[in-house]
C-alpha cells in the first residue's frame, strides 16, 4: 500500500514526532512505501489566500472557490499545493498525525485542507461528487492524534464531550464528504500526564492497528 | 458596551466584510466601543511556532503550553499576540466574523485562537480555572458566518449533520471552556445561491440581533 502520512506537530522530538516514526518504520518493515509531509519542517504555507493565485478568474474579487476550480482546472495550482496533490493521489492510505488543540487540528494542518482538498482534486460539488461519489473514493483515512486532557474529559459524559463526535467535522464532512473511508482513529489521550511505561502500551496498540494496514 | 470583532475573510468586499461592516455601523451608532483585528488585512501569523517564543523555558525541545504559560508569566509574548490579548481583554463581547471552511473556521482563524487564546489569559487549567471559573468569564462570545451549502445539507437529517452541533468544538471546548456566555450564532446559509433581495432579508436578521446588544 502507498501510505502518506501529514505531520503537524512543530517538534519533530515530541510524543507525535515519535508516534510517526513509529509508523514510518512499521509501514516500510512491512513492504508499504510511506511518503511524509511534515507541515512544520516544511513551513507550509497555513493561509489560503490570493498569493496562491497567480492567474486570476476574476481580478476584482477574490472567491477563493471560485479559483480554486479555475486553478485546478487550468494547473495554475502553485507548485506547494501541487506536490501535496501529487501524494494525495498517490496515496492509498492517508494518515493525519497531530496534538490536538482547542478540540480541533492545529491551524497548519487546517491550512493543509483548506488549500489542498480542492474541487476538482477531493470532490466535484457541481457535478454531485461528493460522499459515495467523492473523488477520492478507494482510498482510507485515518486520524491519528495526541490530548493534554486525560479521556475522562473527553466521554459523552465529560466536561467536553465525546471526542469522537466533535471529529466527525474531520472524520465525516471532510473525509467522507471526498470519497475516503474513515479507519478507526488512535488517540493517545492525556499524553504529558501518562507514564513511559503507560506510553509504551499505547503505542503497542498503535502498532498493531499499523500492523493490520 | 465593548464589542471585538474578529474578521477572518480574504476578500474585503466579500459579504463577509459586508456584514462585518454592517455590524461596526450598527454597534457605533448604537453608542458601542468597536475594535476588529481583520486577520487577512493585518497578515495575521497563522502558525503557533518555535518563533513566538524568543525567550525559551526549555530551549532543547519546544512544548508550546509549557512555552504558553512561560510566556505569559514573563510578559515575553510577541507584540501581535499582546495586541490580541488587549482587545480580548477590553471587551465585552467578542464577534467572530468567518466563512464555513469544511465545516469549520479558516485556518488563520484557527491560529488566532492556538495563538492568543492562552493559559494564564483564557483559562488556569492547574488552577482548575476553566468553564465556569474560566478567566473570560462574564464576557460573552457569538459566532457569525457564511456557508456555500444550503441550510438543508446542514439541518440534523441533512448528509452534513447540524453544523451547530459541530460548532460546539468551538462554542462550547473554545468558549464556553474559556468561561465566556455563548450568544446564539448567525449563519447565514447557502450564501452564494441566494437572491440580493434573499441576503438583504437575511441580514436585516442580523440587524436585530445586533441591535439587541
Redesign the interface.
Known amino acids: 500500500m502507498n501510505v502518506f502520512i501529514v505531520f503537524a506537530h ?2 519533530p ?2 510524543l507525535n514526532g515519535t508516534i510517526k516514526d513509529i509508523a514510518v518504520k512499521i509501514l516500510k518493515n512491512n513492504g508499504h512505501e510511506v511518503k511524509i509531509s511534515d507541515l ?1 519542517g516544511i513551513n507550509f504555507k ?5 498569493e496562491d493565485f497567480a492567474s486570476r478568474k476574476n481580478p476584482e ?5 471560485i479559483e480554486q476550480v479555475n486553478a485546478v482546472a487550468n494547473g495554475t495550482l502553485p507548485q506547494d499545493i501541487q506536490d501535496e496533490v501529487e501524494k494525495l493521489k498517490w496515496a492509498d492510505i492517508l494518515i493525519l498525525q497531530f496534538p490536538v ?8 494542518l ?2 493543509w ?2 488549500r489542498v ?1 480542492l474541487p476538482g482534486v477531493v470532490h466535484n460539488m457541481g457535478e454531485g461528487k ?2 459515495n461519489e467523492g473523488l477520492l473514493n478507494g482510498k482510507k483515512a485515518m486520524l491519528s492524534f495526541t490530548t ?1 486532557s486525560p479521556q475522562e474529559l473527553y466521554s459523552s459524559e465529560g ?3 465525546d471526542l469522537n ?2 471529529f ?2 474531520i472524520t ?3 473525509f467522507e ?1 471526498a470519497g475516503l473511508e474513515v479507519m478507526p482513529s488512535f488517540g493517545l489521550y492525556g499524553a ?1 500526564m501518562r507514564s513511559e511505561e503507560d506510553v509504551k502500551m499505547e503505542l503497542e496498540k498503535f502498532k498493531q492497528v499499523l500492523n493490520s494496514i
Chains 1, 2 share one sequence.
Open positions: 512543530p517538534e522530538t515530541s512544520y497555513a493561509v489560503l489566500d490570493q474579487s477574490f472567491n477563493p472557490m488543540w482547542w478540540s480541533s487540528m492545529p491551524a497548519i487546517k491550512g485542507i483548506d482538498f461528493v460522499y493534554g466536561p467536553h464531550g463526535e466533535a466527525r467535522s465525516h464532512t471532510i464528504f504529558a
